[in-house]
């Protein structure tokens, strides 16, 4: 089963401009991270955010975590053509050894 | 320089012949992990393991079949491959369960 359900499943942007994607889990987490893929290539770690921590901050990369309403959100500020990419979000479960990734958000950014 | 690495990165095959696609890290990682990414469905995990022969399945273990004799390596493989099969193929390694994943390039396999 999906564990991470990211939204929206496409998006479509300018360049400068902010993308903003979504994550909803359904079970208690550790954890909670974010991935970039390019085409076809290996997944590339993002960030982590923990299950106690509110908001996180890399470079242009925003996460916040609501466990309250069991979701996250990656913002990417003054998007790049370069970030043409899909993310995903995979949480750590408190029950399981593994992490389950979501279906993922392919962002486009336009030049 | 810091790596995981898959090989073949690219396999056809035939169903029914046995293959093993090979995993190895350079980071002295306890945890590894293999993963197929098929469109739509996002990556789902195979098998992982903990450390040397400490292996456990995952969400799709059916038809594969791991093993963790050293730590560097976690070969995957496919006794009898069938067409279902056919997919993209991660292998990832991380300190632990909780911490930043580390994957390889992929292994795109073909089963005809």
């Known amino acids: 089963s999906q564990q991470g359900e990211e939204d929206p499943q496409a998006l479509s942007i300018q360049e400068g401009e902010n993308a903003t994607m979504n994550c909803s889990y359904k079970t208690s987490i550790n954890n909670l991270q974010w991935y970039r893929q390019n085409s076809g290539r290996g997944l590339v770690h993002l960030i982590l955010i923990r299950s106690n921590e509110r908001e996180k901050h890399s470079g242009r990369l925003r996460v916040t975590l609501d466990t309250s309403k069991k979701s996250s959100s990656l913002l990417i500020t003054a998007s790049r053509a370069a970030d043409t990419a899909s993310y995903f979000c995979?949480?750590?479960?408190?029950?399981?050894?593994?992490?389950?990734f979501g279906s993922g958000t392919r962002l486009q950014v336009q030049p | 320089e810091a790596q995981v690495t898959q090989n073949p990165r690219y396999l056809i095959t035939v169903t029914g012949k046995k293959l093993t696609v090979t995993c190895s890290q350079n980071m002295n990682h306890e945890y590894m992990s293999w993963y197929r990414q098929d469109p739509g469905l996002g990556l789902r995990q195979i098998y992982y393991s903990m450390n040397v022969e400490v292996t456990d399945k995952g969400d799709v273990p059916e038809g594969y079949k791991v093993s963790r004799k050293e730590k560097r390596n976690f070969p995957l493989i496919l006794e009898s491959p069938s067409p279902n099969q056919t997919s993209l193929y991660f292998c990832?390694?991380?300190?632990?369960?909780?911490?930043?994943?580390?994957f390889g390039p992929g292994t795109r396999l073909t089963v005809l």
């Open positions: 990832a390694s991380s300190l632990g369960i909780s911490n930043e994943q580390f």
């Open positions: 995979a949480t750590g479960d408190t029950g399981r050894r593994a992490l389950t």
